[in-house]
């Protein structure tokens, strides 16, 4: 059976080192470190597996196998020893499930001042894998490494010989092979709590309800109130006695300044809203399978190709609403809005990687293959929806209140706290509490290479952020209404994506204290796609 194995990798920083610096000089048949094919979503996750030297057999227990017998130098020492002091770990594959183990280990360190006198460094040279089988498939497997046989590497200035081996031991095991990536969410090698999952949702949703009931008994008593006071007042009064939103229904659907950008960023945000739900659908049904390394990446990518055209199709009816004549430059703008600036900064961390020898670069083939597909799949559809919209979509705005030619002076005098910069605090608050508990294990999974599992508490998660967001955003219109403010389109997109800016301050307060990373090729990485995470966000 043919095994792989990744190039170990930091438990934070996911730097690359050399498996074995004699990788080659394996006793037997099985050389290893053979490349092997990627599929696709291996390609943009950065993922270049290749096969290891441990050759097993299906249902073929081994008590004990030399691997390679190998005198490790100064040079070699020196790297083993600085990636046991990170904590490194290995990664290794079979049948897509995925093995970890450390590469070694250190005793008798001050957690302040490090390697002290009397302290000491081990290698794992063996490696013991116990498979489980259920009805002739695999469903579970695991790696551990055996203290007893630990080589110490205190000393890096004296060569060591190492012999490298390993066991394997295969046993019966009762999970399903459907459920056989289950266990990783409560795996001891990447520690998680599926009752912390569940407390996220409760506060969540415990938000979303008292949220509710806030905004429904609020602006239900404030509207009754409005209304009442509106119909008992005779015609002649009537002018007197307004105040707040109603002196604005002449002006209150006025269109926004650049109308084709806004359109865009409209019809982007659904199409990444329609995306990003159908990809978690689609991973709850294991349609997508979210046991294969990059198969999500590679899903959205698609997923978001085959949505270009409700994209196109709704920002450009919203432009033809508002009186647009130029749709052509608003379907441009909408093909481009997205794609164009994640170009620019796929370019600045790909020359990066590529500067450093990392793997995360992407190969020439699959950034040809990604052109090929937003080229002859993601344009043609965004065109075609634009001429939908232009063909078929009602072009009437109808609203309710007839537009005056001048419009009404803004009162410049506001309370701090019904001021904008408030209001952006809250709406981006409010949603930002709703999800920061999972918000933790979406980053671990996405930049400390662990697995996430739990797609259905995930899709849970996201509709509770969509009802926060419109919930508060709908609040937050009419206290800026009720302060004669009629400038809203803008004010609305831009509080329904503060949570965006709370979510790119939370990546800080994680860069620095929780995932461990430094260096120029890592915060490229980090800080380069979680901006632009942040403006999807914004969009959504």
Known sequence: MGYTDDTMQDESNSNSLSFLSSGRRIMGDRIGADKVKHRFGEHIAGDRRETSPYELSFQDDIEWRLLCKTTLGSRELTKL?????????????????????????????DAILGEMEGSHTYLFPHLHFKIGVNERQIVSAAVTTE??????????????????????????????????????????????????????????????????????????????????????????????????????????????????????????????????FSLLILALTNIISTTRRGSILAGMVVLYCLTCSIGSFISTRLYFQMGGKAWVRCVLFTAGLFPVPTAFVFMWVNTVALAHGSTSALPFTTILTITFIYGCVALPLTVLGGIMAKNYASHDFNAPTRTTKVAREIPSEVEWYRGRFAQMLVAGFLPFSAIYIE????????????????????????????IVTAFISVALLYFQLAREDHRWWWSVFINSGMTGIFIYAYSFFYYFHRSGMNGLLQSSFYFGYMAHIYSRVKCD
């Open 81 to 109: 020893k600085e990636a046991i002091h990170n904590n490194y770990f290995f990664e290794m594959f079979i049948e897509d499930l995925p093995m970890w183990g450390y590469v070694g280990d250190f005793e008798d360190e």
């Open 439 to 466: 918000l933790h294990y979406i980053f671990a999974a996405m930049w400390g290479h662990q697995m996430y599992t739990l797609f259905g508490i995930l899709l849970f998660a996201f509709i509770l952020l969509l």
């Open 147 to 276: 203290r007893d046989r630990r080589v110490d590497i205190t000393n890096v200035n004296k060569p060591t010989t190492v012999q490298f081996s390993y066991s394997v031991e295969w046993f019966e095991d009762e999970l399903p092979w459907k459920k056989r990536m289950s266990r990783y969410a409560d795996s001891r090698f990447l520690p998680s709590s599926f009752e912390i999952h569940w407390l996220s949702i409760i506060n969540s949703f415990v938000l979303v309800l008292l949220l509710t009931a806030f905004l429904t008994i609020i602006l239900m008593r404030v509207l009754k109130n409005d209304f009442s006071r509106y119909l008992e007042l005779d015609e002649e009064s009537m002018e007197e006695e307004e105040s707040g939103w109603k002196l604005i229904h002449g002006d209150v659907f006025r269109f926004p300044d650049f109308p084709v950008l806004f359109c865009s960023a409209v019809g982007t945000g659904a199409q990444l809203n329609v995306a990003t």
